[in-house]
């Protein structure tokens, strides 16, 4: 008699409950190692994307790709010296204010660029509002996350009337028809449901961070990656200086965004605000939670949805606080303090471009 023995010989009655009981646990060990996000992370065809995700991430692979890229040369950070002396660059929870001459923007894309980031930037473009698109996406191509993939979400009830605008390679536009609304507060208002309807749909799988602005602007200087964060807001140009008592927020206690006059940070604009695409979505849905009890209580904001953003970040401070420079209007002259004006009022003819 031979005395071999079969160590794996799956066609053996043994070796097949073998089979069953064990390759099923391998299967259910790998899946859970993984994290436990789908069960095809196991396989080796989905390395790639693991791949590409860890690198969105900028988590474990980073050690990988930092001995492709170029050493960098600037010069060393100071310790002892502040990098601007006539304005605040930090908030007391611990938020840097972006000020021009407070970033090197080599240092902050050698850091972005690994983690091949993209930016979704929001533009509402509803009824005569379609006038603003032309320039607003040419000075965005010259101006805004240069070098990086950007999605124009233009949300309009007019798709035919947004112009065709040259892109730079990985900047598409995404046209998304929406219904408009009578009265323009109605407008500004319904785009916090807007935002977190399409944030949960569609933006959520497309890109990592979304900004959310005003169409009637221009970008007229950089804006780029320093302004990306968990969550960020810009000062008003007309309040950055301003008390907070004086601060337009909304006042009566019937309403979901009432800010006492002893309480607040900032007076944040509406104009430009952003954050990840998961800070974002929470933001844009907690504001129209409070937008809708509001319509319920028959009252509507002072400021509309800038009163509710207003009153949410009171709450969940943001991480970080963009100047004046990244939202300005001319008519307010060009103040010392202000050495760059970014994104830029376009002067418009309210009674006749709302109506
Ligand atoms: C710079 C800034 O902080 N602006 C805020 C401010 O004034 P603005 O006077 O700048 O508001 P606005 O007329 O620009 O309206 C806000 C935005 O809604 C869109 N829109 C509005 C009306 C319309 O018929 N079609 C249309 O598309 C468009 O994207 C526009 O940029 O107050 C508004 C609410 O009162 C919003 O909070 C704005 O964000
Ligand atoms: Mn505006």
Not at 32 to 53: A, E, I, M, R, V
Not at 303 to 319: A, I, M, Q
Request: hydrophobic share 40%; net charge neutral; proline share 5%.
């Amino acid at each position: 008699m031979s005395e071999v023995q079969w160590i794996y010989a799956p066609w053996k009655i043994k070796h097949k409950i073998f089979i069953l009981i064990f390759l099923p646990f391998v299967f259910w060990l790998s899946w859970y190692s993984n994290g436990g996000n789908s069960w095809t992370s196991s396989l080796p065809f989905s390395c790639k994307l693991h791949y590409d995700h860890a690198r969105r991430d900028g988590s474990y692979l980073d050690h990988l790709l930092e001995i492709r890229l170029p050493r960098m040369n600037y010069s060393q950070p100071e310790t002892m010296n502040l990098l601007r002396t006539d304005v605040a660059v930090l908030t007391p929870w611990f938020a840097p204010i972006i000020w021009d001459g407070t970033f090197n923007i080599d240092i902050l894309n050698h850091q972005f660029k690994q983690r091949d980031v993209r930016i979704g930037l929001v533009i509402f473009a509803i009824k005569k509002y379609v006038v603003f698109l032309q320039l607003f996406l040419e000075t965005a191509e010259t101006f805004f996350m240069v070098g990086y993939k950007v999605n124009y979400y233009i949300l309009t009830d007019r798709p035919k009337d947004v112009p065709n605008v040259t892109l730079a390679e990985g900047r598409r536009v995404v046209v998304l028809k929406i219904p408009s609304h009578a009265r323009w507060q109605d407008v500004c208002l319904n785009r916090m449901e807007i935002i977190s309807v399409f944030t949960k749909q569609q933006f959520i799988h497309e890109v990592d961070y979304l900004v959310s602005a005003d169409i009637d602007m221009r970008f007229s200087d950089h804006v780029g990656v320093e302004i990306l964060s968990d969550t960020f807001g810009t000062l008003h140009p007309g309040f950055y200086r301003a008390k907070r008592q004086h601060f337009t927020f909304e006042r009566r206690p019937a309403s979901q965004a009432y800010i006492a006059v002893d309480e607040g940070d900032f007076y944040y604009a509406a104009g430009f605000y952003g954050g990840t695409v998961d800070e974002v979505y929470k933001l844009a849905n907690q504001c129209h939670n409070g937008i809708m009890t509001d319509k319920a209580n028959s009252i509507e904001a002072v400021w509309h949805e800038e009163s509710h953003l207003n009153k949410y970040f009171l709450n969940h401070k943001p991480t970080k606080i963009l100047s004046p420079e990244y939202l300005w209007d001319n008519g307010m002259g060009v103040p010392e303090v202000l050495r760059k004006r970014r994104f830029v009022a376009v002067p418009k003819n309210h009674a006749e471009i709302r109506n």
